[in-house]
């Protein structure tokens, strides 16, 4: 079992960064592959990044690559999402999300979600 919980979320203007944090719990957290999701209103959540299990190598969706940055420390069991160059197209509810196989686009476990918002 994996307990997810973000954090980080907020109000940025066009252009801002914001860094997103996920907090996991269980003595196994190196055994999950970590990935990022998003649901913006009226759409389907949709995968932003995923990192993988030893943190080396990292998969974007095309969306977002050169923009946000995803990293873990499997020390401190967390997983970060840095934000850059922010769109308003970018506001939605990101999901923390755990998975056994890579790349991690069934997640097994998620968090409750942290709202971001970009203004314009």
């Known amino acids: 079992q994996v307990q997810l919980v973000e954090s980080g979320g907020g109000v940025v203007q066009a252009g801002g960064s914001l860094r997103l944090s996920c907090a996991a719990s269980?003595?196994?957290?190196?055994?999950?592959?970590m990935g990022w999701f998003r649901q913006a209103p009226g759409e389907e959540r949709e995968f932003v990044a995923a990192a993988y299990w030893s943190g080396a190598n990292a998969y974007y969706a095309d969306s977002v690559k050169g923009r946000f940055t995803i990293s873990r420390d499997n020390a401190r069991n967390t997983v970060d999402l840095q934000m850059k160059s922010l769109k308003p197209e970018d506001t939605a509810v990101y999901y923390c999300?755990?998975?056994?196989?890579?790349?991690?686009?069934?997640?097994?476990?998620w968090g409750q979600g942290t709202q971001v918002t970009v203004s314009s």
């Open positions: 269980g003595r196994t957290f190196s055994s999950y592959a």
């Open positions: 999300a755990a998975e056994r196989s890579w790349p991690p686009l069934d997640p097994e476990y």
